[in-house]
C-alpha cells in the first residue's frame, strides 16, 4: 500500500435473493482478500446445505441466527484493500423493517451501491434504498444492475433500467450517479471487465471504487472543531498547559486564526495545535488534535470552536428529517436528550409536520405517530441552542440522535433540515 | 490531489482517538482491557496520542490465566512502568481457589472461558463502567457485529440482535448502575493496518511476534509451545523449530508458524501474503461455528 491510500466507506443494501452477499463475496474473492480456511468453511457448509460449488453468499453470514434464517438482520462491516485504496463495506439488509440498519450504514458512507435484478427492473426496495441515499447524502451512487445473465446481457434491458431509475431519482437529491451491468454470479464487471457485454463501456465496479474522486466528500469550507474534552496536564513543562482535544468535523484551521468560541461568543486567536509527533501548522478534517488558544478562556466538552467570520447558526428550534430507530414510538411532547457532535441537551419533539410512506415516499400530514423505522419531518425545541449547520451542507454539524433517559436506548436519529 | 486529506492509517489512527477521548469524556471509571498483545500494545499507543501532553488516564487491566508466555509477562510489566500507568490484575487462578470457576479437563483443556468469570468480577470488583478492547471486526463473524461503544447488562452480557444503532460519529455510552460498556477503538483495524502501523511508528512489541527458535509440539495443523501446562500424547514429540506467533493468547493454545521473519518489514511483508486467518491457529476459535459469538454473549473479550 502506498502512503497516500485512501480509506473508502460504502454501504450495500439488500437481501439474499437481490445477489448482494453474492456481490461482496465476488468483491473479495475476486480481489483475492479471501483466506483459505475461510474458503475451507465455506465449502464445507456449501456441501453440507447441498449447493453445487461454493457459495460466495455464504462469506457475509454473521450471527447464528442469520446464518439459520439465512438473512442479513444487523450491520455487519467487512474490509478489503488493494493496491489503490482500503474499504469498509457497511453490509446492511434491505427489507424495510431494517431500514433503521440501512441509514445506520449509510450514515459514514462515501458511496451507496443499490442493487436492481435485471430481470425485474426499477421495483418499491429500489426506490427505498435511493430515498434513504438521497436522504443521508451520500456523496457517490453505484447502481449495480445485476443478474445481466439472466437478460442475456441484453444493453435494451440496461438502458430501459436506466431511464427508469432517472425517474425516481430526478426527484431526489442525487449528485454522482453511475451504473453498472453485471452478472456477481459469473463475475461479469465486478472484478473483471465481461466479456459478454462488449457494449459497455465503462469501467468494472472495482476500479470505480478505486479511482473516483473523493477527497471533496468532506465539507472543507466550514471550519468547525466540537471539544470532546479539556487536557490539562499538570505535569512540568505542561503546568499551564490547556488544551482542547476533538477531532475537526469539517473545514481547515490554521495557527494564528481568528476564531470564536459557541455558544459564550467569546474570541481568540489559535496559539498552537498540537500532537504528540509534532505541533502542527495547520489541521483539517477529519483530523484529531488538541487546540491552545492565546487567551484563557472558559471552554468545556459541548462547545464549538468555529473561524470567526464562519458560524454555524445557534438554535434552541430545530427542524430534523427524523428516522425513528426503536420499538417504543415516541411519546407526545415527551422529553429526550437530544445528543449534537460532542453536545448534550434536552430536547422535546413539538410537532410533527409530515411523515413519509416509505413505499410510495409520498408525504402524509395526516398520521403524525413516530413508529420504528417512520422517517417524518419534525420541530424539536431544545432547552439551550445547538451550533448547527444544515444536514446538506455538513453531515457532522447537522446531525443528532435523540436519547430516550427511561431506557438509555438511543431511539432516534436526525438530519437538520 | 488536494493535500487536504488523510490517508487510510492516518484516518484509522484518527478515529480511534476520538473513540478514546469520547470513552474519556462519557465514563467515570474506564480501563484497558491489556493482554500484552499487539492490538492492546497499538490501543495503549494510542491513547499515548488522544491524551498528549497530558499521561493516559486510564489504568491497564489485565486478566490473567496464569498461563502466559514469560515474555508477555516481562513484557506488560514493562510497558507499565514506561507509560507510568496503574495495573489491575484479574487471576484465573485465584477464580479457581475461590470455588469461583472450575478448570477444564482432558488433553485440550484451557483455560480461556474461565477468563469470562474473572473478568466480569474484576469488573465488577473495581466499579468499571468501561473496559476498552483491542477487538477487531475482521477477526471473527461475531466481532464483525461490534459498536465502537457496545453495551454489557448487568450480567456483563452481550445482546448482539439489540444493539444500539451507531449513526455518524455520534456514540452513547449511557447506562445504568451496574452496566457496563465495552469500547473498541480500533474496530475498522484489519491485521495488515496494524502491522502497517506498527511499522511506521516503530511500536515495541514482545519478541513472541519476531521468528525464533523454539521447542514446539506438532498438534492439529499448528506449532504449539513446549510449557509446564503441556501434556503430551504418547506419538508426539518436541522439537525446536524457528517460529513466530502472528496472535498470542494463552501457552496453551496459541499456535506458531514456522518464518524466518524477524523484523518489522518482514513481519508486514509475511502478513500480506498470508493465505490462512490470523486466528486460524487458535484452538478457542475452532471448538464450534459460533464459538466466539457465544463467549462473547457471555461475557467474553
Not at chain 1, 61 to 67: F, H, T, V, Y
Amino acid at each position: 500500500m502506498l502512503d497516500n491510500n485512501q480509506l473508502l466507506r460504502f454501504t450495500t443494501a439488500g437481501s439474499v435473493d437481490d445477489g448482494k452477499s453474492t456481490l461482496i463475496g465476488r468483491l473479495l474473492y475476486d480481489s483475492k482478500s479471501i483466506f483459505e480456511d475461510q474458503l475451507a468453511a465455506i465449502e464445507n457448509t456449501s456441501k453440507k446445505k447441498g449447493h453445487d460449488g461454493v457459495d460466495l453468499a455464504l462469506f457475509t453470514d454473521g450471527l447464528k441466527d442469520e446464518r439459520e434464517q439465512g438473512i442479513t438482520i444487523d450491520v455487519a462491516y467487512r474490509y478489503f484493500t488493494t493496491p489503490k485504496r482500503k474499504f469498509i463495506i457497511a453490509d446492511t439488509p434491505g427489507h424495510i423493517q431494517y431500514t433503521r440498519n440501512m441509514i445506520t450504514g449509510a450514515s459514514t458512507a462515501n458511496v451507496a451501491t443499490i442493487l436492481i435484478d435485471a430481470r425485474h427492473g426499477v421495483i418499491e426496495q429500489t426506490k427505498r434504498h435511493a430515498f434513504i441515499a438521497s436522504l443521508l447524502q451520500i456523496p457517490h451512487i453505484i447502481v449495480c444492475i445485476n443478474k445481466m445473465d439472466l437478460v442475456d446481457y441484453s444493453e435494451d434491458v440496461y438502458n430501459d433500467i436506466i431511464r427508469q431509475f432517472e425517474d425516481i431519482s430526478s426527484k431526489m437529491l442525487v449528485t454522482d450517479v453511475r451504473f453498472i451491468p453485471m452478472s456477481a454470479l459469473n463475475g461479469d464487471n465486478v472484478v473483471n471487465k465481461s466479456e459478454n457485454m462488449p457494449w459497455y463501456q465503462g469501467a468494472p465496479m472495482l476500479h470505480t471504487l478505486e479511482t473516483m474522486h473523493i477527497s471533496s466528500d468532506i465539507n472543507k469550507v466550514d471550519a468547525r472543531f466540537p471539544v470532546q474534552t479539556v487536557l490539562r496536564p499538570q505535569r512540568e513543562g505542561f503546568i499551564d498547559y490547556r488544551g482542547y482535544a476533538g477531532r475537526v468535523a469539517s473545514g481547515i484551521f490554521r495557527k494564528g486564526d481568528e476564531v470564536t468560541v459557541m455558544p459564550s461568543g467569546f474570541t481568540s486567536k489559535i496559539k498552537s495545535i498540537d500532537t504528540l509527533d509534532k505541533e502542527l501548522e495547520e489541521a483539517y478534517a477529519p483530523m484529531s488534535v488538541s487546540i491552545t488558544l492565546e487567551d484563557d478562556i472558559d471552554i468545556s466538552r459541548g462547545d464549538m470552536i468555529v473561524r470567526s467570520n464562519n458560524k454555524p447558526e445557534a438554535s434552541q428550534d430545530i427542524e430534523v428529517m427524523l428516522c425513528w430507530l426503536h420499538n417504543d414510538s415516541a411519546k407526545p411532547r415527551a422529553k429526550y436528550s437530544i445528543r449534537h457532535t460532542s453536545n448534550e441537551q434536552k430536547a422535546m419533539i413539538k410537532e410533527v409536520v409530515y411523515k413519509y410512506d416509505i413505499n410510495t415516499l409520498e408525504r402524509n400530514s395526516n398520521d403524525k405517530d413516530l413508529k420504528m423505522n417512520d422517517i417524518s419531518k419534525v420541530k424539536i425545541r431544545t432547552t439551550k441552542p445547538l451550533m448547527i449547520d444544515s444536514y446538506r451542507e455538513n453531515r457532522i454539524t447537522g446531525s443528532i440522535i435523540l436519547v430516550d433517559d427511561a431506557t438509555n436506548e438511543t431511539v432516534a436519529a436526525g438530519m437538520i433540515v | 490531489m488536494s493535500k487536504y486529506y488523510l490517508n487510510y492509517l492516518d484516518e484509522l489512527e484518527s478515529e480511534a482517538i476520538y473513540i478514546l477521548r469520547e470513552v474519556w469524556a462519557q465514563f467515570q471509571n474506564p480501563v484497558i482491557l491489556f493482554s500484552g498483545g499487539k492490538d492492546s500494545i497499538l490501543v495503549a499507543h494510542l491513547a499515548k496520542k488522544a491524551f498528549y501532553p497530558a499521561k493516559i488516564p486510564f489504568p491497564f487491566m489485565h486478566v490473567d490465566t496464569g498461563h502466559n508466555f514469560p515474555e508477555t509477562i516481562q513484557f506488560r510489566d514493562n510497558i507499565i512502568k514506561d507509560l507510568d500507568a496503574q495495573l489491575i490484575v484479574g487471576s484465573v487462578q485465584e477464580s479457581i481457589d475461590d470455588g469461583r470457576v472450575a478448570e477444564e479437563k482432558g488433553k485440550n483443556a484451557t483455560r480461556n472461558a474461565l477468563q469470562i468469570t474473572t473478568l466480569l468480577d474484576a469488573i465488577e470488583t473495581n466499579k468499571v463502567d468501561c473496559a476498552i478492547g483491542g477487538g477487531r471486526r475482521d477477526e471473527e463473524k461475531a466481532r464483525a457485529k461490534e459498536r465502537f461503544f457496545s453495551h454489557r447488562d448487568d450480567f456483563g452480557q452481550w445482546d448482539p440482535k439489540n444493539q444500539r444503532p451507531e449513526l455518524w460519529n455520534i456514540l452513547n455510552g449511557k447506562h445504568f448502575q451496574g452496566e457496563h460498556f465495552r469500547a473498541f477503538p480500533i474496530s475498522n483495524w484489519t491485521e495488515m493496518d496494524v502491522w502497517n502501523y506498527i511499522k511506521r511508528e516503530n511500536i515495541a512489541i514482545p519478541s513472541l511476534y519476531f521468528a525464533h527458535e523454539r521447542e514446539v509440539v506438532r498438534r492439529d495443523g499448528t506449532w504449539i509451545p513446549n510449557s509446564e501446562f503441556l501434556i503430551l500424547e504418547e506419538h508426539e514429540e518436541v522439537v525446536t523449530k524457528k517460529i513466530r506467533f502472528r496472535t498470542l493468547g494463552d501457552i496453551t493454545i496459541t499456535g506458531g508458524d514456522e518464518s524466518d521473519a524477524d523484523t518489522l518489514e518482514k513481519i508486514a511483508a509475511e502478513v500480506a501474503g498470508m493465505r490462512n486467518t490470523e486466528r486460524g491457529n487458535r484452538s478457542d476459535d475452532k471448538r464450534s461455528e459460533s464459538a466466539m459469538e457465544d463467549r462473547k454473549r457471555q461475557g467474553y473479550f
